[in-house]
């Protein structure tokens, strides 16, 4: 999100290099999390659940992160959209809404993602 957010304040003062690093840096952070986020799962998955109470917050958890999940590579698509377009010259001062509405997608996710956190957080006090 702050890559993003700092692609779109290059892209507005026409330093369309660090835009460009900054889109890659984004497309880079984003794929890293996506994978350790599958190998999380994964890892949930594997683990067994020792009483009914934590089974039901398993399912509830693994529904909201899947969730999560395709929202996330949605957008993540969208950042490797962006990234070819910038690559073949299609932004600049006059033209950055696709990259401004992109960094906004990614705000809100960062948003929904703590939510969820939180969510976590208060289920794993409750048991």
Excluded: N
Aim: proline share 1%; glycine share 6%.
């Amino acid at each position: 999100s702050w890559t993003l957010h700092r692609a779109c304040q290059c892209v507005r003062v026409e330093r369309q290099r660090q835009f460009r690093q900054h889109l890659i840096r984004s497309l880079t952070i984003g794929t890293v999390f996506v994978s350790v986020q599958t190998y999380a799962m994964w890892c949930l998955l594997l683990v067994e659940p020792t009483s009914l109470d934590v089974i039901e917050l398993r399912k509830g958890a693994f529904v909201f992160v899947t969730m999560h999940g395709l929202h996330f590579v949605v957008a993540l698509m969208f950042v490797a959209f962006v990234l070819l377009r910038a690559l073949a010259d299609r932004y600049d001062h006059e033209y950055s809404w696709g990259v401004t509405f992109c960094a906004w997608v990614w705000h809100t996710l960062g948003i929904v993602w703590l939510m969820i956190l939180g969510a976590f957080l208060v289920g794993s006090t409750v048991l």
